[in-house]
């Protein structure tokens, strides 16, 4: 019937595509109907949810190809679905700690330091940048404003004293706390005002961009679950560390395809917010 909006491959991958997400999701159905209020019924209820929505994205997908106006309707039921898989990932989890329990031992911690010990120097650089005037130093720090610095100055800290065991965990939420502050002032800044971030107004070297103040949102985020043990601080961990470079990534790709004016990086923060991502997710890789 809607055949002719496409190719004979493309119509074929299509029905392929269908027949494989429904019978998921009919497999899936029928293994929750059969363990209830458990982990595996759980697990195969949320993947199977998640499965039918990727089937109602795979339908409407071609049905309405050519609609306008349709991207919102496609990535919230992408975002659902991604929830759901989550959900099911979380549950699956819950039976692997059952059948293979691990210890609260903390490993990889000797990373985690050295990655924030180099964003604090790349920070520590920017600070001093009038100072030395090196013009390759410059160039490399680019436009990163002083709050923008200042901010990535609290993360590295912040992961540091996380990693020193030594250190008291009202410091590393102070600091993670004034680097969220940071972020959130920026945000409320650009979507309720549309202003600059007040701070970033008394401050020299320029705003600081929306992009680093998810980053720091997301960062400051991950640096306190850091701090918690289990299986849904364990989640959040790596949900937050792969938004840090979701977020990172994606707007350099837009800047390099597109020389998007508004998604302007300073090539040290970049770098620096990548860094903070891997850290993260190194240290929840290694500390579940």
């Known amino acids: 019937m809607f055949s002719y909006l ?20 009919i497999i899936l159905i029928l293994n929750y109907s059969k363990s209830r209020k458990t982990p595996i019924g759980n697990a195969a209820l949320y993947i199977s949810i998640s499965s039918l929505i990727w089937t109602i994205v795979t339908i409407t997908a071609y049905l309405y190809l050519g609609v306008p106006n349709l991207a919102l309707y496609f990535l919230f039921l992408a975002f659902l679905a991604g929830i759901f898989t989550t959900l099911g ?21 000797r990373t985690l330091l050295a990655l924030s010990v180099l964003v604090l120097a790349i920070a520590l650089a920017g600070i001093l940048r009038p100072i030395i005037n090196s013009p390759f130093l410059n160039s490399a720090m680019g436009s990163a404003s002083i709050l923008t610095t200042v901010g990535l100055i609290l993360i590295s800290a912040s992961l540091i004293v996380l990693s020193r065991p ?76 792969m938004g840090i470079l979701f977020v990172v990534l994606s707007d350099l790709y837009t800047l390099l395809e597109f020389h998007h004016p508004v998604l302007l990086w300073a090539p040290s923060v970049a770098l620096s917010l990548i860094l903070i991502g891997i850290a993260q997710l190194w240290g929840a890789l290694k500390n579940r």
């Open 89 to 109: 990932a979380y549950e699956r989890a819950k039976i692997q700690s059952i059948l293979t329990p691990s210890g609260e031992e903390r490993h990889g911690s």
């Open 166 to 241: 030594e250190f008291p965990k009202r410091l590393i939420y102070l600091l993670a706390g004034a680097a969220f502050t940071i972020g959130f002032i920026v945000l409320f800044g650009y979507y309720a005002v549309n202003i600059m971030s007040p701070l970033d107004a008394f401050l020299p070297g320029g705003g600081t961009s929306i992009e680093t103040a998810k980053g720091f949102i997301l960062a400051s985020l991950g640096v306190v679950f850091a701090t918690q043990r289990g299986l849904k601080a364990w989640f959040a961990k790596i949900i937050l560390a």
């Open 6 to 25: 496409l190719s004979e491959t493309q119509w074929d991958l299509w029905l392929a595509a269908l027949t494989l997400s429904v019978s998921s999701s």
